[in-house]
């Protein structure tokens, strides 16, 4: 029965790739848990990239599963909000005083263990038909970058995607040499190279361009730069990946530590803002 209220929106679609094996974050041969899954603070790295997407209004997800899908699936089916928001305890029955899922709309798709992130977004391809824009993410990179910008620049483009970029992060040094004399020694993240930062922003076109088991990147991406179709928002603030063991647990003690840039969402006069 309708109630005649209007629905809430959701914003743009959401995207997420979180099939990967995260063989660099095992902690042995027992632990099946995806890279994606990591914990950051109480919540996993996969709740964070959420949270940063809702926080811009951008509540519709979906979710591409392969490896280690039932620890996903097992997270937000018996997911307690308790553990992030402040609540009232009365009578025996719990009061929340806020909420972080309750308005999110998450759809589960198992894309196969072996896919790579191309063969991954082609079979959500029904879920996001229809959308003339949508949103990609590897779900394993934090940010403070301006989504709404990326979006915007995209929209007001003649582009069919665009796609973060960010400067080297490896702290190695670059020399010039010329026969055996030094010329230069450059910082990697001082050249005027950047790197893929994995926030894509996305038309139905980069359908056209992934071809089967292709790549996101390489085949659909590298196919648009040819034809001037991509364009680029390069960010030079707040990145910081979870590739490694290590790279999480620094994610996880700048938490700690009460250093969060990418928590949008908790910063002095931050409100989560309604998707269009």
Known sequence: ????????????????????????????????????MQMVGPRPLLWHVMRYYAHFGHRDFVLCLGYGAHHIKDFFLTYTETASNDFVLRDGRVELLSTDISDWRITFVHTGIESSIGERLRRVREHVAGEEIFLANY???????????????????????????????????????????????????????????????????????????????????????????????????????????KERAALDAAYESGARPWMLWEQPGARVRVGT
């Open 1 to 36: 029965m309708s109630t005649g209220s209007p629905e809430p929106s959701h914003g743009l679609k959401v995207v997420l790739f979180c099939g990967g094996y995260g063989m660099r974050m095992r902690n042995g041969p027992a632990d099946d848990v995806p890279k994606p």
């Open 139 to 245: 779900a394993d990179v934090l940010t403070d970058a301006p989504l709404d910008v990326m979006i915007d620049n995209l929209a007001a483009s003649d582009a069919a995607a665009s796609m973060m970029v960010v400067p080297p992060q490896l702290s190695f040094h670059c020399v010039e040499l010329d026969d055996n004399r030094v010329r230069s020694i450059s910082s990697a993240n001082r050249l005027p190279v950047w790197e893929n930062a994995g926030y894509f922003v996305l038309r139905q076109e980069v359908f056209d361009h992934l071809p089967e088991n292709g790549d996101l990147v390489e085949d659909a991406c590298g196919a648009l730069a040819r034809s001037g179709r991509l364009i680029a928002h390069p960010h030079r603030g707040f990145w910081q990946p979870a590739d490694t063991f």
